[in-house]
């Protein structure tokens, strides 16, 4: 996990719950006569700023964006053969929100692979098709960070990937 001091303004970063963000400023605020060191970051998609003290940043998961490297091996898992599981959707679900959130590429990827694959037979409930949608989306923005692509673009070529596999 990234120190306090790992980050800079204009920094791309990836905040597990959120998404592809940017260190938009870092300020220091006086709360309860403490004074805290903020991240500023700014999500662009939803024109929306978070703040994050420097001692929480590890805690919550902030890290930098990952590496062309890591995104290849994570964008591995889609050769890997996709073993349906047969288990209620609900606690699928979980384990499938719990890898978005984690911020893991490669957990992202891995959730991606397999709602994309079991969407091939049509047969997705409206729940999967939003879980499968926000793991695509996280998957997306950061490609598309790493290859300074718009994410139109990325979309296209994750998707490529995707039915190759």
């Not at 047969?123 to 997306?140: G, N």
Request: hydrophobic share 40%; charged share 25%; with cysteine.
């Amino acid at each position: 996990m990234p120190s306090k001091v790992s980050f800079s303004v204009g920094q791309s970063v990836v905040y597990p719950a959120h998404g592809i963000g940017r260190i938009a400023d870092i300020e220091k605020q006086i709360i309860e006569n403490t004074s805290l060191d903020l991240f500023v970051i700014f999500f662009e998609k939803e024109n929306m700023k978070l703040k994050v003290p420097f001692n929480k940043a590890s805690s919550v998961g902030l890290r930098p964006i990952c590496s062309r490297e890591q995104m290849k091996e994570a964008l591995q898992v889609f050769e890997v053969p996709y073993k349906p599981k047969r288990m209620l959707w609900s606690r699928r679900a979980l384990k499938y929100e719990a890898k978005i959130n984690s911020g893991d590429v490669a957990q992202i990827a891995e959730v991606v692979r397999d709602l994309f694959c079991s969407s091939i037979g049509g047969k997705q409930s409206y729940s999967e098709r939003l879980m499968y949608q926000l793991a695509l989306e996280r998957l997306v923005g950061e490609y598309a960070a790493i290859e300074g692509l718009d994410e139109g673009a990325a979309f296209q070529r994750l998707e490529r990937v995707l039915q190759a596999a």
